[in-house]
T-cell receptor, first 110, second 117 residues
Framework: DAKTTQPPSMDCAEGRAANLPCNHS???????VYWYRQIHSQGPQYIIH???NNETNEMASLIITEDRKSSTLILPHATLRDTAVYYC???????????FGKGTRLHILP | DAGVIQSPRHEVTEMGQEVTLRCKPI?????LFWYRQTMMRGLELLIY????????DSGMPEDRFSAKMPNASFSTLKIQPSEPRDSAVYFC???????????????FGPGTRLTVL
């Protein structure tokens, strides 16, 4: 079973920041938080990951709470192309598998 | 880099027929994963290989499913005989050996949409 809880769907206006929450209250000290997204009719795509510090790359920012029990993926300026299902995943570095939950379906509204 | 290549992209077959899905991982990647995605069950890991050796096939639904990786650049997922409930999108993914950054990113192919009538 997935170790994360995400809202099933969210809406965001185009050009605004999309903030996608994820709860992972049972996360272990050696587990990372990963985010993937799946655009319609495509395979999942890696976005970002973090352990305990906030992270930023060209796609998004990841904010992890100090107790690491939850995190937020931020798409700073959402576009229509960001419409997708976003998966929050926790796994240890040594884990080969990715266990996908149901994710959050993000709708970007024009 | 061409990314992970899967073929065919679409397959329509009749119940009872054998189906073979193919995957070419990214060159240099040591790991290869097969997933199945349906509306009801979401994205499920079926089996994965490391250096062409099957490591975990606990997700394979039943004996009708088999997967092979004869070399580092090719893998197949076979269903024999196929049934309507096997209709799904099948994804192949590959990944290099993990480094120390924690990234452990899997690269997914475009998937094969299988319809069993």
């Amino acid at each position: 079973d997935a170790k994360t809880t995400q809202p099933p769907s969210m809406d965001c206006a185009e050009g605004r920041a999309a903030n996608l929450p994820c709860n992972h209250s049972t996360i272990s000290g050696n587990e990372y938080v990963y985010w993937y997204r799946q655009i319609h009719s495509q395979g999942p795509q890696y976005i970002i990951h973090g352990l305990k510090n906030n992270e930023t790359n060209e796609m998004a920012s990841l904010i992890i709470t100090e107790d690491r029990k939850s995190s937020t993926l931020i798409l700073p300026h959402a576009t229509l192309r960001d419409t997708a299902v976003y998966y929050c995943i926790v796994r240890a570095l040594r884990d080969d598998k990715i266990i996908f939950g149901k994710g959050t379906r993000l709708h970007i509204l024009p | 880099d061409a990314g992970v290549i899967q073929s065919p992209r679409h397959e329509v077959t009749e119940m009872g027929q054998e189906v073979t899905l193919r995957c070419k991982p990214i060159s240099g990647h040591d790991y290869l994963f097969w997933y199945r995605q349906t509306m009801m069950r979401g994205l499920e890991l079926l089996i994965y290989f490391n250096n062409n050796v099957p490591i975990d096939d606990s997700g394979m639904p039943e004996d009708r499913f088999s997967a092979k990786m004869p070399n580092a650049s090719f893998s197949t997922l076979k269903i024999q005989p196929s049934e309507p409930r096997d209709s799904a999108v099948y994804f192949c993914a590959s990944r290099p050996s993990p480094g120390t950054s924690g990234r452990n990113e899997q690269f997914f192919g475009p998937g094969t949409r299988l319809t069993v009538l």
